[in-house]
């Protein structure tokens, strides 16, 4: 490995893995070889009392034997190994040698480093999966032996490998299917989270857009997707046009979280709305009315597979504030006096996504207790 440059490796950012340049090496074997880093910073490190540094603080740890480690700064953590490739062969890659190491502050690495080779790394990760998957519903002393073969370490995995891997621990292909969902709708979750509390978490309304664009679930089952076409005519694009199973599209105007709802009128105790949402109120009215101008229009509706009919608005706005309970009651009374139109706060669809998720993990609760996981002895591929 070369040696750790801090001017350079001082411009890594943390979570991202650095691929670096290909460099070639003439010999028989005609290989190739690059350089992979990750750095990440722990906020802190325990240490044993050989190793402890001068500021360390000692901590005991409630186990069954007394356990005394001390306490230090994090430091900065750098792992990084060199990945080997062979022109012309069939293995894509491997690498010799993954370096974990360890610097409280700027200079080189090496005082605290551990170097595992392949075959430590993949026992590694072998006892971890076993480790965090152990139920240890067995009180008594007992041995958990480890499936290991000694494997080439591929980046990515073939067609046919994913295949027989998905064959031999997968009993149910919808399983499969659900996992991912589920894994998928949780990561969205945290995501429009970040957007609704983190404001520079994101540049514009054309941003957000995007992110929902992609998660028509959010606002409920009766979508089935969002259209490609957002398009009315020339004048008029809509921001997201959701169309359900029965294919019948409505509307929905995105505006940003951070934007006041309601303001209130001292002189006449009550709520009215904020400049924002008139607008953006009187912006779906316009669409719904433009839209359904299409309706005459037989050959728009055959072209873009759409039916309009009564098409339904929806306005997505604020609430970072939280509502009080009196801009809430204004905010049903609002609803109320429209018939094609509903306003829907941010924290409303959060929580509507959360409510349909817990669903979705109740139905398939059995996915990962039961037997939908195969006994298998088929070899896999890794």
Request: charged share 30%.
């Amino acid at each position: 490995m070369s040696k750790f440059n801090p001017e350079y490796d001082d411009n890594y950012v943390e979570d991202v893995i650095y691929v670096g340049d290909v460099h070639c090496k003439e010999n028989e074997t005609k290989t190739r070889f690059r350089h992979m880093t990750l750095l990440t910073s722990p906020e802190k490190t325990y240490l044993t009392k050989k190793n402890k540094d001068e500021v360390a603080i000692p901590r005991n740890f409630n186990t069954a034997n007394d356990v005394v480690l001390y306490e230090s700064s994090g430091g900065q953590v750098k792992i990084h190994c060199r990945i080997t490739e062979y022109k012309g062969e069939t293995e894509v890659g491997r690498f010799d040698i993954l370096h974990i190491s360890r610097r409280k502050g700027k200079g080189t690495y090496g005082s605290q480093e551990i170097a595992l080779p392949p075959d430590a790394v993949y026992k590694l990760k072998n006892f971890l999966d076993n480790l965090f998957f152990e139920k240890f519903e067995n009180l008594d002393k007992h041995k958990i032996q480890l499936e290991y073969e000694h494997v080439k370490a591929s980046k990515m995995l073939t067609s046919d490998e994913f295949k027989k891997l998905v064959e031999a621990n997968i009993k149910n292909i919808d399983d499969l299917e659900q996992i991912i969902t589920l894994k998928y709708r949780q990561e969205a979750i945290v995501r429009f989270e970040q957007i609704i509390t983190d404001a520079t978490s994101y540049k514009n309304e054309v941003e957000i857009t995007k992110f929902l664009s992609g998660h028509q679930w959010m606002f409920g089952n009766e979508y089935a997707y969002f259209a490609d076409n957002n398009k009315i005519d020339n004048k008029n694009i809509v921001d997201l046009a959701p169309v359900n199973i029965e294919c019948f599209v409505d509307i929905i105007e995105v505006k940003l979280p951070t934007e006041t709802l309601f303001y209130y009128d001292n002189g006449h105790s009550n709520y009215y709305p904020s400049a924002e949402l008139t607008k953006a109120i009187a912006q779906v009215q316009n669409y719904i009315f433009q839209l359904e101008k299409q309706s005459l229009k037989p050959e728009y509706q055959e072209r873009e597979k759409k039916k309009i009919v009564r098409p339904y608005g929806i306005v997505l706005i604020g609430s970072k504030k939280v509502l009080s309970d009196g801009e809430w009651q204004y905010l049903r009374i609002l609803n109320s006096s429209y018939h094609n139109i509903r306003i829907y706060t941010y924290q409303q669809i959060l929580e509507r996504a959360k409510n349909l998720l817990k669903t979705k993990e109740d139905s398939k609760e059995h996915i990962g207790n039961s037997d939908s996981f195969l006994d298998s002895d088929e070899e896999l591929p890794f």
